[in-house]
């Protein structure tokens, strides 16, 4: 690839922008548009990634190859400061895996084991269907005491994606609160809204039960058969394990600023990935999305007045180490940080846009906006979220923006075997890319202010 305008950016290069009127702005836009619409690229960096990388689980080899890809594209790329962030991340590994209802009838099941959860050997235990996790927490040890807990979870394909959020509670929550009632395993209905048979994993609480998820499907058998009223026994093997913590690394590269090359708009996204699939949208997408959007800002040929610093963080998925470690390392200097944008929510294009940030951030937020609409993203006066991974930095008091990606097909393919290349819609991607290099640039080359989120709204994840 070649070296981008801005690869080298240093202090003798002429700040011209400094006296160019606002009306240049226009032209970046210009810019980045054509690059994007002339030799789109963020397509070719997801397929690296997920072909030479695949899977890169926290603490795997791969884990360790994709820190190596990410600090190879960004030198590619002709980003600045290019350097890893050491993290320690935990180290566990899924191991073979089986299910089965051993009676009243025979059947195989399809499931996978919880992130973190503990194996066995070969479960044999009676199964106890629950409605919910709420439903759960009210049930008496007398009910729960030596059996399998099953709790059925539907997820709604919603275009912001936000069923989600109250689904996952039975999966990060609920083999923990089985296991205070005596239950030996706990199984929950895949999160995901397809109706394949491949389950989908994902982060738990540490639990001192094996906690695996159903496909779909086989969530649906087991509910129908316990339906009937018949005591139904399952059979469960987990070769799930964990192994001594690992080293991985939060990877940094940025284009560099100009006059106010000390405040920083940061562009996020997580570099880890479940093992299951190659983790093509859940965040080899976002990877891609905040890499071309990099290249893009760089294709306008002069600086942006603050700097834009690119962070793929180690292990979202198994506990958020590499945002914690970004936030303990980086959190005297959270000032600094004007502006986070995180891109983890799949390769959809993006619809909307929303901010979270100070009381006066209003103006500053529809002017950037503005840069947005040609993309058909239209502005949501709702507080943005920010993500899973700028939680530390938002609950510190970082403005964040969401840039808002559809995701009404995300969750059929998120933390499944099916999380591969073949999902993504190249034209989406690139959309997703071009709005990431809009919004930062808007934000970047400016010094008007999104303030600092207010304490009531400095919510952690
Ligand atoms: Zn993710």
């Known amino acids: 690839m070649t070296p981008l305008a801005c690869a080298h950016p240093d202090a003798t290069v002429p700040r011209t922008f400094e006296v160019e009127p606002r009306s240049t702005t226009p032209l970046a836009d210009e810019a980045m548009s054509e690059a994007a619409r002339s030799s789109p690229h963020a397509s070719s960096i997801l397929r690296s990634l997920t072909d030479e990388v695949g899977p890169r689980l926290a603490g795997s080899q791969a884990d360790k190859a994709a820190v190596a ?80 807990v099953f709790i059925p979870t539907k997820v709604r394909p919603l275009r912001d994606g936000s069923d989600y959020g109250r689904a996952v509670m039975n999966r990060s929550n609920g083999a923990a609160a089985a296991a205070k009632l005596g239950a030996v395993g706990y199984l929950v209905e895949s999160v995901g809204s397809d109706h394949t048979r491949l389950p989908h994993t994902g982060s ?33 093997s987990l070769g799930a394990h964990a192994l001594p913590d690992a080293e991985s690394a939060n990877v940094i590269g940025e284009v560099r600023g100009g006059d106010l090359s000390n405040e920083l708009v940061l562009l996020a996204a997580h570099l880890d990935s479940w093992d299951l699939g190659t983790g093509a949208l859940d965040d080899g997408a976002g990877c891609a999305i905040v890499l071309e959007a990099a290249r893009l800002l ?8 603050r700097t834009v610093r690119v962070t793929l963080f180690a292990n979202e998925e ?10 303990k390392a980086h959190g005297d200097e959270v000032e600094r940080h004007v502006l986070g944008i995180e891109a983890d929510m799949g390769a959809g294009s993006v619809y909307r846009a929303r901010v979270l940030g ?104």
Request: proline letters at 8%; zero cysteines; a negative charge.
């Open 69 to 148: 890809w990410a600090l190879r594209t960004m030198r590619d790329l002709g980003l600045a400061s290019v350097h890893p962030e050491p993290v320690v991340v935990p180290h566990w590994e899924r191991g073979a895996e089986s299910g089965a209802i051993i009676s009243p009838f025979s059947q195989r099941l399809a499931l996978t084991a919880l992130g973190g959860s503990i194996g066995t050997p070969g479960l044999e235990a009676e199964v106890v269907e629950v409605d919910s996790l709420l439903a759960l927490e009210r049930r008496r040890k007398t009910e729960i005491a030596g059996k399998i």
């Open 204 to 236: 738990m609480h540490p639990a001192e039960i094996p906690a695996a998820a159903l496909a779909v499907p086989d969530a649906e058998l087991l509910h129908r058969i316990l339906a009937t009223g018949k005591t139904v026994r399952l059979q469960v």
């Open 298 to 305: 760089a294709s306008v040929g002069r600086q942006p007045r």
């Open 318 to 327: 198994h506990g958020l180490s590499g945002s914690h470690a970004y936030a």
């Open 358 to 461: 100070g009381p006066g951030a209003r103006p500053t937020f529809m002017a950037l906006v503005n840069h947005l609409r040609p993309l058909g993203i239209t502005p949501s006066f709702d507080d943005a979220h920010g993500g899973a991974d700028l939680g530390d930095l938002r609950s510190l008091g970082m403005p964040v923006l969401d840039l808002s990606q559809d995701a009404t097909s995300y969750f059929d393919h998120h933390h499944s075997a099916n999380d591969t290349l073949d999902k993504v819609d190249p034209s989406a991607l690139e959309q997703a890319a071009l709005a990431f290099a809009l919004a930062a640039w808007a934000a970047a080359d400016d010094n008007a202010t999104f303030g600092r989120i207010p304490d009531p709204k400095r919510v952690p994840n």
